[in-house]
Nanobody
Framework: QVQLVESGGGLVQPGGSLRLSCAASGSISIWDMGWYRQAPGKQREQVAQITSGGITTYADSVKGRFTISRDNAKNIMYLQMNSLKPEDTAVYYC????????WGQGTQVTVSS
C-alpha cells in the first residue's frame, strides 16, 4: 500500500496563503487524487480532486481560492490555498479517490489573527 505524507500546514492570518504537499511512497500517476479536511466536531469533507488526466473539481466553499495540482514524476500532489478564512481551519489529508489508502496524520491548518 502506498504511504501518503501531508506537510506544509501551519498558522496563518486571514487572507494569507499556504501550500500543502502530499508525498507518496509510490506512483500516483494512474489514480484520481483528492484533498480532504476535517474540522473539530465535523465530518471529513472533500475539498478538491484531480483526475489522472489533470481535470480538477472543487468544493463550493473553496472555489476561486484553492488550486490542486500534481507532479506525477515526483509522486507529489499540492494544494495551493489563497485568501484563507477562519472557516478553513482543519486538518488536511490527501488520498486516492474511491480507492482510499489508510488515512494518515494529515497537516494542521489554522487560520487566525
Amino acid at each position: 500500500q502506498v504511504q501518503l505524507v501531508e506537510s506544509g500546514g501551519g498558522l496563518v492570518q486571514p487572507g494569507g496563503s499556504l501550500r500543502l504537499s502530499c508525498a507518496a511512497s509510490g506512483s500516483i500517476s494512474i489514480w484520481d487524487m483528492g484533498w480532504y479536511r476535517q474540522a473539530p466536531g465535523k465530518q471529513r469533507e472533500q475539498v478538491a480532486q484531480i483526475t489522472s488526466g489533470g481535470i480538477t473539481t472543487y468544493a463550493d466553499s473553496v472555489k476561486g481560492r484553492f488550486t490542486i495540482s500534481r507532479d506525477n514524476a515526483k509522486n507529489i500532489m499540492y494544494l495551493q490555498m489563497n485568501s484563507l478564512k477562519p472557516e478553513d481551519t482543519a486538518v488536511y489529508y490527501c488520498n486516492r479517490i474511491l480507492y482510499t489508502h489508510l488515512w494518515g496524520q494529515g497537516t494542521q491548518v489554522t487560520v487566525s489573527s
